[in-house]
Structure formats: C-alpha cells, structure tokens
C-alpha cells in the first residue's frame, strides 16, 4: 500500500496521463480512483487556500522592504496534514510507528500556533490570528477560499492590508 495513492505508478490510460481534477463526484462517476480524488479535493485544495489565499497573500503585504525569511512553518502545513490523517483514518495508507509520532508532533503544531521559524538555538512562534476572513475563490470545485481584503487580525490589533 502506498503512503500517497496520488504517488502509485498507476496512471489513466495507456500514456500515464495525469487524472483529470473534476468536482468529486463526478471524478468519482468518470472513474477517478479514490485516493487521487482526496488528494484532489483535500491536500491540493487545502493549499491553494492556504498558500495562495492566505501566506502568500500576508506574505506580500509584509514585503514593504528588505527580505522575509525565506522558509516559513505553521498552520499552512494543514494541506499535508489533513491529507496524510485522512487517509490514516481512512484505512489507505499505513504508516510506521515511528512517522506517526512525528507525524502527530506536526499536527499538534499546526493546530497550536501560526507561523514560526526554527534556527539552531531559538525559535520564533506567532500565535494564530484572532480572526480570519475568508471569501470563496471564484471557479472552484473543492470548497477553496481565500483571505479577504483586511480579513487577517491578531490579538495585539496588528492586520495586514491585503490587496
């Protein structure tokens, strides 16, 4: 059993082709294996909102001038996160002992605080957002959303102007 059904060598049709990304059902109806319809509809669906609609969004209105730190952890990792438990909870993937405790270790993670940056010695933790304003991406089939104008707001009154 794969840990990832989207990373087994079956492919559609005879040329390997990528399945096609549909609503969920009618993936399903047009033979769309399970797996590859999760990852569709939950890993990669979960991070178009949240890399796209929300880092990169906050990113970008923090890049008044010099450079952000280049790799940033956090409750973005929630794509990766609730893919691998939902197939755990599903019975589609097994995972050794070992991954799984640090497998837990990231979702506590992401379920705890927002952003944070390791270094050798320290590590620097943001707490979640006191509120966040979403509105749904226009065309999308997986329940995407993004962050909306002024929808970011943390307990110390800071929000970031998104454009």
Excluded: I
């Excluded at 590859?36 to 890399?51: C, E, I, K, T, Y």
């Excluded at 927002?114 to 050798?120: A, F, K, S």
Aim: charged share 20%; with cysteine.
């Amino acid at each position: 059993m794969y840990p990832d059904p989207e990373a087994t060598p079956a492919r559609q049709g005879r040329n390997k082709q990528p399945w096609p990304e549909l609503p969920p059902l009618a993936a399903l109806t047009a033979g769309v294996p399970l797996g590859v319809v999760l990852h569709q509809g939950v890993r990669n669906a979960l991070q178009r909102s949240l890399a796209h609609g929300f880092t990169a969004r906050v990113r970008a209105a923090l890049q008044t001038e010099g450079l952000l730190p280049v790799c940033w952890y956090g409750q973005q990792g929630a794509s990766w996160v609730a893919y691998y438990d939902v197939l755990r909870r599903l019975g589609l993937a097994r995972y050794a002992s070992q991954d799984l405790r640090g497998f837990d270790d990231w979702a506590a993670v992401v379920r705890a605080c927002g952003w944070w940056w390791p270094d050798e010695e320290t590590c620097v933790v943001v707490e979640r957002p006191e509120r966040v304003r979403t509105e749904p991406v226009p065309n999308s089939w997986h329940g995407e959303v993004q962050v909306g104008r002024d929808g970011v707001r943390y307990r110390d009154g800071w929000q970031p102007h998104l454009s």
